[in-house]
T-cell receptor, first 112, second 116 residues
Framework: SQQGEEDPQALSIQEGENATMNCSYK?????LQWYRQNSGRGLVHLIL?????REKHSGRLRVTLDTSKKSSSLLITASRAADTASYFC????????????FGTGTRLTIIP | ETGVTQSPTHLIKTRGQQVTLRCSSQ?????VSWYQQALGQGPQFIFQ???????GRGNFPPRFSGLQFPNYSSELNVNALELDDSALYLC???????????????FGEGSRLTVL
């Protein structure tokens, strides 16, 4: 079963604009990660935020985490056509193996 | 490139048949996980192998089985295929106890299985 939901399910913006995607989850976590997937191919890790962190940056990416609300957001600034892809959040439980529980994904389309 | 390779990339089977999918993990990675991704959905955890032993299993029936070899490569076997098994099967590796300890997974490009 999916851990949670991502919002919106689909997002279309003009190149150069910022894109924001949200993720909600249901149970306690060790960390939350964001992955990108191009057209049904493999997933590429973007960024990881630990449960004791509130914000993290990597290049044009900014991730926030609110454990009290069990939610996270991914902001992509100055979007490019090459950012067109599906974006998934994934959570790792506090203990046990490296199993990730994925959300349902946001399909992002950047219009040139 | 993640260094994780999967084969075959595409295959078509009929109901009731059996399939074996293969995965070579990134060099130095000792942990391999398998995920099933149905069309339009997020990946779902099937199971994980660490040092040749199953180390966690998702909500999948016993006809989904796996192996991990001494070189850390892995196989996913599915018996008695059903139409709903049609999906993209993703393999991911990490280095438990090493740099990957924080949990980042490195995914292969997947094997797309169609069951007719």
């Amino acid at each position: 079963s999916q851990q949670g939901e991502e919002d919106p399910q689909a997002l279309s913006i003009q190149e150069g604009e910022n894109a924001t995607m949200n993720c909600s989850y249901k149970t306690s976590i060790n960390n939350l990660q964001w992955y990108r997937q191009n057209s049904g191919r493999g997933l590429v890790h973007l960024i990881l935020i630990r449960s004791n962190e509130r914000e993290k940056h990597s290049g044009r990416l900014r991730v926030t985490l609110d454990t009290s609300k069990k939610s996270s957001s991914l902001l992509i600034t100055a979007s490019r056509a090459a950012d067109t892809a599906s974006y998934f959040c994934a959570t790792r439980a506090p203990s046990g193996n490296e199993k990730l529980t994925f959300g349902t994904g946001t399909r992002l389309t950047i219009i040139p | 490139e993640t260094g994780v390779t999967q084969s075959p990339t595409h295959l078509i089977k009929t109901r009731g048949q059996q399939v074996t999918l293969r995965c070579s993990s990134q060099s130095g990675h000792n942990t391999v996980s398998w995920y099933q991704q149905a069309l339009g959905q997020g990946p779902q955890f099937i199971f994980q192998y660490y040092r040749e032993e199953e180390n966690g299993r998702g909500n999948f029936p016993p006809r989904f089985s796996g192996l991990q070899f001494p070189n850390y490569s892995s196989e996913l076997n599915v018996n008695a295929l059903e139409l709903d098994d049609s999906a993209l099967y993703l393999c991911a590796s990490t280095d438990r106890g090493g740099r990957g300890r924080i949990g980042e997974l490195f995914f292969g490009e997947g094997s797309r299985l169609t069951v007719l």
